[in-house]
């Protein structure tokens, strides 16, 4: 399965993976957010291209199964990777019980 992937202009490490099955025939892209329903393309963003994949089942990705990636290609014609969970942000402002200790 082909796709493109893009990330996000309003969320660091959100990614949109968009099925490409005619890869090889198609002459010019598309809008990549065509996919979305107006609420998702509105908490996306503007989308900036970021790579061209092939995915197949032995593939490893770093933070999705493939095997999630690839269903969701299937069935909606995209993937919505979101940021993972309990990243530290070193530039959060520290709870107030916790400043001076």
């Known amino acids: 399965m082909h ?3 893009y990330k ?3 969320k660091d490490e959100m990614y949109l993976y968009v099925a490409r099955p005619d890869y090889s025939n198609e002459v010019e892209s598309t809008d990549p957010l065509g996919v ?3 609420a998702l393309r509105n908490a996306f963003g503007r989308a900036t291209f970021v790579m061209h994949l092939e995915l ?3 593939k490893k990705l770093a933070r999705v199964n493939v095997l999630h990636v ?3 290609l299937q069935t909606k014609g995209f993937f919505i ?3 993972p969970e309990g990243l530290i942000n070193p530039n959060a402002v520290e709870p ?3 400043r001076g200790a």
Do not use: H, M, T, Y
Request: one cysteine or more.
């Open 3 to 5: 796709c493109d992937i």
């Open 8 to 10: 996000s202009s309003k």
């Open 36 to 38: 979305l329903s107006e």
């Open 56 to 58: 197949n089942e032995s």
């Open 70 to 72: 690839l269903d969701s």
């Open 81 to 83: 990777q979101v940021p």
């Open 96 to 98: 107030e019980g916790l």
